[in-house]
């Protein structure tokens, strides 16, 4: 019995006989790379620009012509040209790369830095003509921050000079807040918040009594730990027995509200005693916390926790 040859054996006979189909083998080789790109100063569409990449058609004689390459293309001189943000993309990498360069230069605490105010999200994106996320935003800040903390006695000129191109035109120390008021029954009101929880606190002089939501302190809140966080702000500054709290909180849970009582309250004794200020800061009490609770993830039990992997 004759095997009946493969359908394919001819096309595997013809290739492995090169003098006699070496038309098809040229085929399957690759062309040798001749092709040269031309690179631009800057992508730009300008007459000096276009006359140099396609000189005049007319002037077949001229030796630019017979010097260019017959496939060529404008390469830009910034990489971040195709990327959606190419201004913002640019500063941000020569600010990294300013970083990078003087990292190892003395730096000062960030207390002693010397104080700067930047442009806002705003003043950016009108001056760039793009559209910049507050995330993006804050990381180019990040980078100032870190530059401002160089010591100035070794500040380079071209950082000095880079910062200068963020910096707003007012004098910082200049920036003085306008006290709150105390109302005539003697009474100063503050609001803090804390997670998804609120409150308002109003403060008067007097012997030490706080009612949250009309009720009392161990009514309101049953953990010890919640109540000392309520009061913390009085405790810590040795006015305890000195003023009267009165509190309307609403939302979140009993943890979220008695640390968000805490902030308002710092806040409405600033407005009696200003001077308390850094022993309020030093206790943690005027720093909005704005840690929330991470939403759940699809496929996940929470915002991380996975389910048991089963093997069968």
């Given amino acids: 019995m004759m095997k009946t040859p493969s359908p394919w054996a001819s096309s595997w006979h013809r290739l492995l006989r090169p003098q006699r189909y070496s038309h098809a083998i040229s085929r399957c080789r690759p062309r040798p790379a001749a092709r040269s790109c031309l690179r631009a100063q800057s992508f730009t569409t300008s007459t000096q620009t276009r006359a140099r990449v396609a000189p005049d058609s007319n002037n077949a004689s001229s030796p630019a012509k017979a010097a260019l390459p017959p496939n060529m293309r404008i390469v830009p001189v910034s990489p971040s040209y195709f990327t959606a943000q190419p201004d913002y993309t640019d500063d941000l990498l020569h600010l990294e790369m300013l970083q990078r360069k003087y990292e190892t230069l003395p730096t000062l605490p960030l207390a002693q830095a010397p104080r700067m105010t930047w442009i806002t999200l705003q003043d950016y994106k009108r001056r760039l003509g793009e559209e910049v996320k507050a995330s993006r935003f804050s990381r180019l800040l990040k980078v100032l921050y870190r530059m401002n903390r160089i010591h100035p006695a070794l500040m380079p000129a071209e950082v000095r000079q880079a910062m200068g191109a963020y910096q707003r035109d007012h004098d910082p120390h200049r920036i003085i807040r306008e006290p709150r008021p105390i109302d005539k029954f003697g009474r100063s009101v503050g609001l803090g918040r804390r997670k998804s929880s609120q409150a308002r606190v109003w403060l008067v002089e007097g012997e030490g009594e706080v009612l949250v939501n009309g009720k009392t302190l161990t009514a309101a809140f049953g953990r010890v730990h919640d109540r000392e966080s309520a009061v913390w702000a009085l405790k810590a500054t040795d006015r305890l027995d000195k003023y009267n709290v009165w509190a309307l909180v609403q939302g979140g849970g009993t943890t979220g509200q008695a640390e968000a009582l805490t902030l308002g309250l710092a806040r409405a004794l600033l407005v009696h005693e200003p001077m308390l200020k850094p022993a309020l800061r ?23 926790k996975m389910p048991a992997w089963v093997k069968r």
């Avoid at 009490?285 to 915002?303: Q, W």
Wanted: with cysteine; aromatic share 0%; glycine share 8%.
């Fill in 282 to 304: 030093r206790a943690g009490c005027i720093t909005r916390d704005p840690r929330r609770v991470e939403r759940k993830k699809p496929g996940k039990l929470k915002a991380r």
